[in-house]
């Protein structure tokens, strides 16, 4: 069962190469009410390194190597947590201003980089940002 859990203490751990996610990063994470360190990996290249007061949402699963029984954190994507360190709700608004920012710039840099036409890259990320639902919704 998912639930939130505080970091107060992190250890980096080494980058290893797993055969599905490709290059990885350990962290071996004490994490309040838990009495054992805990293993939560995330793919190279890593966005917010684990912070102590962080919180994270998952569950731990119980693992079992070389005799020795030791906990892995499992981020929970469930109701709109973006499995970032802090627990934020993943904010879709966002993303998509992002992709219709990008877009915007594409066009500008496709156009030449002219002074006048960068002027307009706001102007036209705002046209992009609404197409995103009007295409989405057709």
Request: aromatic share 10%; with cysteine.
């Amino acid at each position: 069962m998912s639930s939130t859990y505080k970091i107060k203490e992190v250890k980096r751990g080494n980058t290893w190469t797993s055969t599905q996610g490709g290059e990885m990063q350990s962290y071996a994470l004490i994490l309040e009410g838990v009495g054992e360190p805990v293993q939560l990996n995330k793919k190279m290249p890593v966005k917010a390194e684990p912070q102590i007061g962080d919180e994270l949402f998952g569950a731990l699963e119980e693992q079992e190597r070389n005799g020795r029984v030791y906990y892995k954190f499992k981020v929970d994507y469930t109701q709109n947590n973006a499995g970032g360190f802090r627990g934020q709700p993943r904010d879709d608004k966002a993303i998509h201003a992002q992709f219709a920012i990008r877009l915007a710039t594409e066009v500008w840099i496709a156009q030449g980089c002219h002074k006048e036409s960068y002027d307009n890259i706001e102007k036209e990320a705002k046209h992009f940002y609404r197409m995103i639902d009007r295409v989405k919704d057709s």
